[in-house]
């Protein structure tokens, strides 16, 4: 069965460093691969996707992701973190595209000042 | 132009009661996925309407069901509430069937079973 994990629940980092967020997948096929942001009594916003074509993807507020197929990661990653990045973040994924989202349980960032 | 509206944002039943929850798309969307969120299990995906008709379905009881009307809005219904349906149901709209064409997510509404 296709599946995401985010292995951690909570990551916290420091204003101004760069920050990643783990995600590794089990999809058969070629995996359609997304990230999720959501913010408190909020829906879910997109903020990238992979499909197909170059591994390092770039999205929303200058978040980028990495598809890895050798280590079945897509990991979320940022520069420069921000306190306004704060939020819970969700890995996704599904085997073609007209599959539903398989998604993560989700990795609370937390940046601190 | 307009997002995707749930409503009500907020209810509160009491368990055995049925609720029925709405969605209304963005304009053009024929694609309506519903899921549930909660802090134990995360989004956990109930079922997908694509031009009134249910294309996928996920793992969750008959008590759950949902169909989507000719202006695609879509409405869920629980039935028999327990108090483990407490969750929060997002619900996303696209213009096509599946993630591909990319999902657009309203606030959801906020169920509580007492």
């Known amino acids: 069965a296709q599946s995401v994990a985010q292995p951690e629940d909570q990551v916290n980092v420091a204003e101004g460093n760069p920050l990643t967020v783990k995600c590794t997948y089990s999809?058969?096929?070629?995996?359609?691969l997304f990230w999720y942001v959501q913010y408190p009594n909020r829906g879910l916003q997109f903020l990238l996707k992979y499909i197909t074509g170059d591994n390092l993807v770039k999205g929303s507020y200058g978040f980028e992701a990495e598809f890895n197929k050798s280590q079945t990661s897509f990991h979320l990653k940022k520069p420069s973190a921000l306190v306004s990045d704060s939020a819970l973040y969700f890995c996704?994924?599904?085997?073609?595209?007209?599959?539903?989202?398989?998604f993560g349980k989700g990795t609370r960032l937390s940046v601190i000042a | 132009k307009a997002g995707v509206t749930q409503t009500p944002r907020y209810l509160i039943k009491t368990r055995g009661q049925q609720v029925t929850l709405s969605c209304s798309p963005i304009s053009g969307h024929r694609s309506v996925s519903w899921y549930q969120q909660t802090p134990g299990q995360g989004l956990q995906f109930l079922f997908e309407?694509?031009?009134?008709?249910?294309?996928n379905k996920g793992n969750f009881p008959g008590r759950f069901s949902g169909r989507q009307f000719s202006n695609s809005r879509s409405e869920m219904n629980v039935s028999t509430l327990e108090l483990g349906d407490s969750a929060l149901y997002l619900c996303?709209?696209?213009?096509?069937?599946?993630?591909?064409?990319?999902?657009?997510f309203g606030s959801g509404t906020r169920l509580t079973v007492v």
């Open positions: 999809v058969s096929g070629n995996p359609y």
């Open positions: 996704a994924g599904s085997y073609s595209g007209n599959t539903p989202l398989v």
């Open positions: 996303a709209s696209s213009l096509g069937l599946g993630p591909d064409y990319g999902y657009t």
């Open positions: 309407y694509f031009s009134e008709t249910q294309r």
